[in-house]
């Protein structure tokens, strides 16, 4: 028999997990973009890591945007 009172605590796990993973979906997508930034300037002998620093920034607004685009999809 499925007991009721166990139902808030499933919809809080399952929310938990949804969350842990846009956080995690978030950090590799900056990561990313940060490596390859980081291995463009190792390439060019840079000395100061400005298309880490660009290509991390642009990683974040793309993040960003994912994340805004999947919580709209909810409503």
Known sequence: M??????????RLTT???????????LAT????AFIGYKIDEKRGSEKPIFMAVLG???AVVSLY???RSLSKEK
Do not use: D, W
């Not at 997990?17 to 979906?25: C, P, V």
């Open 66 to 68: 994912q994340v805004v």
């Open 57 to 59: 920034v642009i990683g």
């Open 16 to 26: 938990f997990i949804k969350y842990s993973a846009t956080g995690f979906q978030m």
């Open 30 to 33: 900056i990561g990313v973009f």
């Open 2 to 11: 499925l007991n009721n009172e166990n139902k808030p605590e499933e919809k």
